[in-house]
């Protein structure tokens, strides 16, 4: 499996492939640009078929080797990925900034917080001191609950009182 870019949405008219012509189709967009959509200039199978492009620059999905293209791109690439950014942005926007328990060691006896949300770079500064990054590797000898990789603090209490949050 290639690595998720984003989805992108569009027509295509100029086509024989009635299954196509004219309707609003969707299409994964890869790491590499590549798309899982096929253009049937080389051929009608999927081994002969020419995989098709997304073209970052004119932002539409492109044919290679006809330089067939959508016709009406409904979503590019950009507007998928201001979309997926912003519908974030609302959802973390109605949750209160807080540490959380998310993790205890129960050979150590350490409970290990984290925050529930993001926040900007001004107020990471004021915390960062007591957030230690952690990966599985850190893991190796205990059996953590929950949250085994990512920021977390063992300090609940100092990040609270820096980043000003009262219950
Ligand atoms: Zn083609």
Not at 55 to 76: F, G, R, S, V, W
Not at 104 to 130: C, F, P, S
Request: some cysteine; charged content about 30%; aromatic content about 12%.
């Amino acid at each position: 499996m290639k690595n998720f870019k984003g989805i992108v949405k569009f027509i295509i008219n100029n086509t024989k492939n009635p299954k196509v012509k004219g309707k609003t189709m969707e299409t994964t967009v890869f790491k590499d640009n590549t798309i899982n959509f096929y253009c049937s200039c080389t051929g009608n199978t999927k081994e002969t078929a020419t995989q098709m492009v997304y073209d970052t620059n004119e932002e539409t999905i492109k044919c290679p080797h006809c330089n067939k293209h959508a016709d009406q791109m409904l979503e590019t690439l950009t507007q998928y990925n201001e979309r997926k950014d912003n519908e974030r942005k609302e959802r973390e926007a109605k949750i209160k900034l807080n540490v959380v328990e998310v993790n205890y060691d129960w050979e150590t006896g350490i409970h290990y917080y984290a925050l529930n949300k993001r926040i900007d770079y001004d107020d990471w500064k004021k915390v960062k001191q007591y957030f230690q990054y952690y990966t599985f590797g850190d893991w190796v000898d205990c059996e953590p609950t929950g949250q085994k990789t990512g920021w977390m603090t063992r300090q609940p209490n100092e990040v609270k009182k820096a980043l000003g949050i009262t219950e």
